[in-house]
């Protein structure tokens, strides 16, 4: 049985860190690149960050460069997102995303408020 479990999330005032995790079962983790997407409430989902099956090519939206570091630990089956300085405009329901070739597996997403 397929599963990405993400963890992680809650509220954090502005300027604030968390670091979200992913553990996946039941697929070969590191055949798999992954992402994170987020969701924020009246807004499309859109990608953050993407990191390559061995770890080495990474990849954020404009939005959270210098801020958010995606990375992996294939021995763990886990990836994460280090966010850093955190705004309000952060504020999304965050999801863990596996591809390969034509199968996508998506996590049933963790909630990250930034507000004072």
């Known amino acids: 049985q397929v599963q990405l479990v993400a963890s992680g999330g809650g509220l954090v005032q502005p300027g604030g860190s968390l670091r979200l995790s992913c553990t996946a079962s039941g697929f070969t983790f590191s055949f798999y690149s992954m992402r994170w997407y987020r969701q924020a409430p009246g807004k499309e989902r859109e990608l953050v960050a993407f990191?390559?099956?061995?770890?080495?090519?990474?990849y954020y939206v404009d939005s959270v460069k210098a801020r958010f570091t995606i990375t992996r630990d294939n021995a763990k089956n886990t990836v994460y997102l280090q966010m850093n300085s955190l705004k309000p405009e952060d504020t999304a329901v965050y999801y863990c995303?596996?591809?390969?070739?034509?199968?996508?597996?998506w996590g049933q997403g963790t909630q990250v408020t930034v507000s004072s």
């Open positions: 990191i390559s099956t061995n770890g080495t090519t990474s």
């Open positions: 995303n596996a591809q390969a070739t034509t199968r996508v597996y």
